[in-house]
T-cell receptor, first 111, second 114 residues
Framework: DAKTTQPPSMDCAEGRAANLPCNHS???????VYWYRQIHSQGPQYIIH???NNETNEMASLIITEDRKSSTLILPHATLRDTAVYYC????????????FGKGTRLSVIA | SAVISQKPSRDICQRGTSLTIQCQVD?????MFWYRQQPGQSLTLIAT?????????ESGFVIDKFPISRPNLTFSTLTVSNMSPEDSSIYLC???????????FGQGTRLTVV
């Protein structure tokens, strides 16, 4: 799986959009970009994933650059409950391969 | 989505003893994955458990220390053997969702070895 690079930490004001970047310059053509988050003392939670088109669901939006070498997870209106560690993971879309976690970005949403 | 029940949620154990962690899924799954999360760190994959065959371990993890059972398609156990304080971590099991695109995690077992 391709390696990802994320900033170790970010702050965001409550109610504002949180934009979390991820670099994955060695991504292969058949690899997807996945985002998970881990709220303190809980198991990781799936947020969103995409291949090359931008994706949106009830939790977030995922913007992938045209060359697919980087992406941004957007939480449109961050709340205190969004404080968590966010992991960007690149892998093929298969249930038979495990997720490989990097260090992630610790997002702190501030009132 | 898959619902995963992990037991125990936490435990405090004496060094030299062993602890078996159970992972129950509400649907049949082919692969189950076990992770370790040391304090303040990210998740590290321990092994992949496939029903009907021996688990596949990642580099740095061995079967004698972390034996895994996978008796059926909804259940798995991970044993942490001959524990030392360095084994104090959160242990999590994970499965792929029905659509295979996403993974689901148990709430984890917080282990403290004293």
């Amino acid at each position: 799986d391709a390696k990802t690079t994320q900033p170790p930490s970010m702050d965001c004001a409550e109610g504002r959009a949180a934009n979390l970047p991820c670099n994955h310059s060695t991504i292969s053509g058949n690899e997807y970009v996945y985002w998970y988050r881990q709220i303190h003392s809980q198991g990781p939670q799936y947020i969103i994933h995409g291949l090359k088109n931008n994706e949106t669901n009830e939790m977030a939006s995922l913007i992938i650059t045209e060359d697919r070498k980087s992406s941004t997870l957007i939480l449109p209106h961050a709340t205190l409950r969004d404080t968590a560690v966010y992991y960007c993971i690149v892998r093929v879309s298969s249930g038979n391969t495990p997720l490989v976690f990097g260090k992630g970005t610790r997002l702190s949403v501030i009132a | 989505s898959a619902v995963i029940s992990q037991k125990p949620s936490r435990d405090i154990c004496q060094r030299g003893t062993s602890l078996t962690i159970q992972c129950q899924v509400d649907s049949q799954v082919t692969m189950m994955f076990w992770y370790r999360q040391q304090p303040g760190q990210s998740l590290t994959l321990i092994a992949t458990a496939n029903q009907g065959s021996e688990a596949t371990y990642e580099s740095g993890f061995v079967i004698d220390k972390f034996p895994i059972s996978r008796p059926n398609l909804t259940f798995s156990t991970l044993t942490v053997s001959n524990m030392s304080p360095e084994d104090s971590s959160i242990y999590l099991c994970s499965v792929a969702g029905a659509l295979k695109a996403e993974a689901f995690f148990g709430q984890g077992t917080r282990l403290t070895v004293v």
